[in-house]
């Protein structure tokens, strides 16, 4: 027997972000993926993508090709919908970083600022003991 169409269950309105010319580049650089957000002022996001998404997998993920491609397929999406200038904010140690910041310039959004937001402790939770490798 076919299942019958839920009548009560909620369907999502897909929402309408305002992009305006100016926004921001939030890049997360850890040690396992990169992912990269553009966001209007207000911090709604216009635009992802993560090296995951890409189609990377495992150590593939932390690679600055695998950030330049994540970083093109976000900034394409954001240029199309009338974002122009960026500040960057980077955050984490990823191998990516710089790579990512350089393919959002080269796609057609000028970085007009580039400040890393990297969460250091000051001296706060004891460190895990040294690898031996």
Known sequence: MAKKANPKAK????????VESNGEAHVTASFNNIIISLTNKKGDVVAWSSAGKMGFRGSKKNTPYAAQLAAEDA??????AGMRKVKVYVK????????????????????T?????????????????????
Not at 11 to 18: A, E, Y
Request: aromatic letters at 0%.
């Open 11 to 18: 369907t999502q309105k897909k929402r309408k972000v305002i």
């Open 75 to 80: 900034s394409k999406v954001a240029h199309e």
């Open 92 to 111: 984490g140690p990823g191998n990516g970083r710089e790579s990512a910041i350089r393919a959002v310039h080269n796609s057609g959004i000028e970085v």
């Open 113 to 133: 600022e580039i400040i890393d937001i990297t969460p250091l402790p000051h001296n706060g939770c004891r460190p895990p003991k040294r690898r031996r490798v």
